[in-house]
Structures are given as structure tokens and as C-alpha cells.
């Protein structure tokens, strides 16, 4: 990866571009702010952390180098777009590494399966692991992509701010059946249980739940079979540096340790932001990156919204959390892969104790994450950087996370250490956790949600807050609380829906 030195900045007392604010600095906020750098905006983007990538940030600890969130890059073109929109190579700062495998599914009981992208090696691992099923999967893959030309081609980066575009939109959601869940398609076409398992958990990956998504959200196994699942050397935390390097290279600024205390509204339109430590900057255009609740909520004051009162948030139903534990080895674990789906005993009651009864189960499914497989220098010498990450119920299940959290660590420590990384009790040396508790007050994530509003049916495009504000003129969001969604792809393509929403700077002055 190349390094680039920082641009002089143009001094804002001369500029004259029409001022943007963009709230959070993580990847659909960087995203927007290349977008409207290249649409002639003079962009400030406010941050609360010290440093770019929201959820999506990298921390080091005693010379570990860890992804805070998400580790799955798939699509990768959304990202050089925004490369090519600067006249740039994304090749030339960013190095993606694709995976083969790109992940491995491991049962309860040991068995694995693994996922391929390209189509004759996935075919050789379905004979091999159910061979019957090999048919059904050929069937289900066609509806994938059926369902991605419909959920993706046609929606992803189209704005839903009218009941009227829902209806266009109506005849091929219909089509696709998309009343059905992911569960609900994956089983029509396959009979054996853990290949069911193994096609629908996907939308895990987005905040949903495989039993109710729509089953539009198939979409994700055509995306990996078509475009791959890549590694960003460095981190994810490379991938969002990258992008913040490209908002500077347009003219623009990044200010970390900036916490916007309040979206101003006059007479019904953003005039810009005041931050906690009482500064406003004036702007003609605000964008909010941070979690749609908590703008609509805690950023705009009661009287300047119809749509989105306190009463419709607490009604919308949100995404499950997480549990993530960062931890670092002194020795290296050659045969674990970069990415592990461990599989518990259940799957539908599990997925229920999540989502439905918001308890902490005695069992877990768990996402094991190893980048020392494909970089090494994201760990010393001789040792391996992982994370392991546990879906749970968000803060509306009545879990003491300040006394579970380490009970429920070591219970994924000792599960670890039986099935995968024997030794690991002898050979951890860095250690840290995150809880839902961490997304509520860190990353300032209504009820600790991970992904925002859960994407059911009924809270998918017109029915989540609009990427142009129905409330407040001059107000955009991006970010996983808006249409499309959460994941990478979905929060960079939230902000190439700004250039359909958002008048260009010329039009402004």
C-alpha cells in the first residue's frame, strides 16, 4: 500500500464551495463525503472517536492489530467507485486479497463445509457433502441471482422517498415471493438440515434473522459466488484509512474527537451542527452517518419531527447485538481459517432466544475470526490475532452485561479451546471484549443494536428512514439504519443514493 502525504487544505475563510457537514466517520460517512467532494461540497466530517471507520475502526494492543467490526468485504466495486471518482486506482492505496475458501462452516459435531465462490468448486464441495442436495442447490443459486438482480441491481442505490416508488417496486418484490423468509427459499430447494443452515444464516452478517429476512436477502450467496470475499491487508481498518485519505486528497476535512450535540433546524431546514463543547458550524447540506435512531432521537429536537417521533423509534423493531472478543495468542494455529462459522446444537431456537425472547442461551453459534491465515503482520512474529464473535439479543433482553460478560467470555474460551485452538487458556497474552453495552455508549447504537433496524419486510427501503429526511429539509442519512441497510456494500451504496437526492454544489451557489 502506497503512503501518500497529507494535501494542504484550503483555508475556509476563502473557500467558496457550499459547506456540507457529515455526522460519523464511518464507512458510509466517509463514502458520502467523497461523493459530495466530488459533487463540488466543501466537506467537514465530525467524529466523536479518535480515529476514521466507526464500526468499523482498527485498535492495537500490545502489538496486536484488531478489526473492531466488520471483516467481510464482498462488492468490491462500490469501493472503486469512489476511487474513480477521484481519478484514482483503489488497487494503487488498498490491497484486497481475495479468500479461497471464503469461509468454513464447522458443525457442533465437526463436520465442516466449505463456501467457494468460484461455481466448480462449490459444486465439488456440495457433492462431497451432500451429494443428493447438489440439484436443489443449482435451483436455489438461479433464484439468488433473480433475487440480487431485484434486491440489488434494481434497489440498492435507488431512493425510496415516496409510497409511489414503493409500488414500482411492488410487482418484482412480489415476484420473487418476498414475503417468504431466506429460511423459508433455502429449505423449498434443499431437504438436509445443515445445508439449510449452512445457504440461509446470511443474513446474520446484516443484523437479520435467516427466519424472517426476506427471502430477497438470498441475494448475499449470488453476490460471494460473483464477486468474491476479500481481505483488505492491514485490516478492514486499511480499507476505511483509504477512504479517509481520499476526503483529505479532495480539499476536505476529517476532525476527529468532534461530538455533535444537535442537527440546528430553522424553519424547517439543517443549518448546520452544534457540537458538545458548544462550537456550530454553519452548513447548507447535513448528512448523518450516525445510527438513524439516535439522529432522529437525540440530534433533532422533538418539535422538528412528524414522521419519526420518539413513540415511532421505540416501535420500529431493531437488530440483534453482539459479543466480540479480541484476543491474542503467543503461539500460531496453522490450521484454523481466516473465517470459521461454528455452528452450535440449535439453530431456529437459538436464532429465537436472539431475536424473539431476548435471552442469554447456554449454547452459542459463533463467528471465529483469524486474519494472521492470510496476514501476518497483523500479530508478532510467531503469534496469531483473532476475534470471536457471538450474536446476542440487543438491550431490550434484561441481561447484565457488567457482571456476563466475563462468565460468558470464558464460557466461549473453554468451547474455543475444545474444538478449535487447543492450548488456547496457555497461550492467550491480549485480551478485550465488547458487549452490547459498548454499541450503546460507544458507538452511540440504539438499544446496543449492531446493525440498526432490523431488516424485516416491513421496515426494508420506503418503510426506514429516507435517505433525503421526511422531517427536516436539507437533513440526509446514510449508514445501516437507512435503505439499503447494514454491510458494507449496503452503507456505501446508502451514500451513491445522494447523488439522486442531493441538488449538485453548482446548483447551490
Known amino acids: 500500500m502506497t503512503v501518500h502525504s497529507r494535501p494542504t487544505l484550503p483555508d475556509p475563510a476563502t473557500d467558496s464551495r457550499p459547506q456540507a457537514v457529515v455526522i460519523g466517520a464511518g464507512a458510509g460517512g466517509l463514502a458520502a463525503a467523497i461523493r459530495l467532494g466530488a459533487r463540488g461540497y466543501r466537506v467537514t466530517v465530525l467524529d466523536r472517536l479518535d480515529a476514521p471507520g466507526g464500526r468499523a475502526s482498527v485498535f492495537r494492543q500490545d502489538g496486536f492489530t484488531f478489526d473492531a467490526g466488520p471483516t467481510i468485504i464482498t462488492a468490491p466495486f462500490v469501493f472503486e467507485e469512489l476511487w474513480a471518482l477521484c481519478g484514482k486506482r483503489m488497487g494503487d492505496h488498498v490491497t484486497l486479497r481475495e479468500l479461497d475458501p471464503c469461509y468454513t462452516i464447522r458443525f457442533d459435531d465437526g463436520e465442516t463445509f466449505r463456501c467457494f465462490a468460484d461455481a466448480d468448486a462449490m459444486r465439488a464441495e456440495i457433492r462431497r457433502f451432500r451429494p443428493a442436495e447438489l440439484a436443489g442447490y443449482e435451483a436455489y443459486l438461479a433464484e439468488s441471482k433473480r433475487c440480487y438482480d431485484t434486491g440489488f441491481v434494481e434497489m440498492v442505490d435507488r431512493p425510496f422517498l415516496s409510497l409511489a416508488s414503493m409500488a414500482k417496486a411492488l410487482p418484482d418484490l412480489i415476484k420473487r415471493r418476498a414475503e417468504r423468509s431466506v429460511h423459508a427459499l433455502v429449505s423449498k430447494h434443499i431437504g438436509d ?42 485490516g478492514t481498518g486499511a480499507l476505511m484509512r483509504g477512504m479517509a485519505d481520499l476526503v483529505e486528497g479532495q480539499g476536505n476535512r476529517l476532525r476527529m474527537n468532534a461530538d455533535v450535540a444537535e442537527i440546528l433546524v430553522r424553519e424547517g431546514r439543517a443549518t448546520g451542527v452544534r457540537l458538545a463543547d458548544g462550537e456550530v458550524l454553519p452548513a447548507d447540506i447535513v448528512v448523518s452517518n450516525a445510527d438513524a435512531a439516535w439522529t432522529y432521537g437525540k440530534l433533532i429536537a422533538p418539535e422538528h419531527r412528524r414522521r419519526w417521533s420518539d413513540r415511532k423509534l421505540e416501535r420500529m423493531a431493531y437488530s ?39 435471552v442469554l442461551a ?4 459463533l ?129 451513491k443514493i445522494l447523488d439522486k437526492v442531493v441538488p449538485h454544489a453548482a446548483e447551490r451557489v
Not at 341 to 350: S, T, W
Not at 362 to 365: A, G, H, L, M, R
Not at 469 to 485: C, I, K, Q, R, W
Open 193 to 234: 438440515e445443515r445445508l439449510r443452515m449452512a445457504l440461509s444464516f446470511h443474513p446474520l452478517f446484516i443484523g437479520g434473522n435467516p427466519l424472517r429476512v426476506s427471502a430477497v436477502m438470498s441475494l448475499i450467496s449470488y453476490l460471494e459466488q460473483t464477486y468474491g470475499v476479500h481481505y483488505a491487508m492491514g
Open 362 to 365: 447456554e449454547d452459542f453459534s
Open 367 to 495: 463467528y471465529l475470526h483469524n486474519p494472521s491465515a492470510t496476514d501476518p503482520n497483523v500479530a508478532p512474529p510467531g503469534c496469531n490475532s483473532f476475534y470471536v464473535l457471538s450474536p446476542v439479543p440487543n438491550l431490550d433482553g434484561d441481561i447484565d452485561w457488567e457482571t456476563m460478560a466475563e462468565p460468558y467470555r470464558r464460557r466461549i474460551a473453554a468451547h474455543l479451546e475444545r474444538t478449535m485452538l487447543p492450548g488456547l487458556s496457555e497461550a492467550l497474552v491480549t485480551s478485550k471484549i465488547m458487549t452490547p453495552l459498548d454499541f450503546q455508549n460507544r458507538l452511540l447504537a440504539h438499544k446496543g443494536a449492531a446493525f440498526s433496524m432490523e431488516p424485516r419486510l416491513t421496515q426494508l427501503a420506503w418503510f426506514r428512514p429516507h435517505n433525503a429526511s421526511e422531517d427536516v429539509d436539507g437533513l440526509y442519512l446514510v449508514g445501516a439504519g437507512t435503505h439499503p441497510g447494514a454491510g458494507l456494500p449496503g452503507v456505501v451504496s446508502s451514500a
Open 320 to 358: 440483534m447485538s453482539l459479543f466480540v472478543w479480541y484476543f491474542g495468542t503467543n503461539r500460531t494455529y496453522p490450521h484454523v481459517p481466516h473465517h470459521t462459522v461454528m455452528m452450535g446444537p440449535r439453530y431456529q431456537g437459538l436464532l429465537a432466544d436472539i431475536f424473539d425472547r431476548k
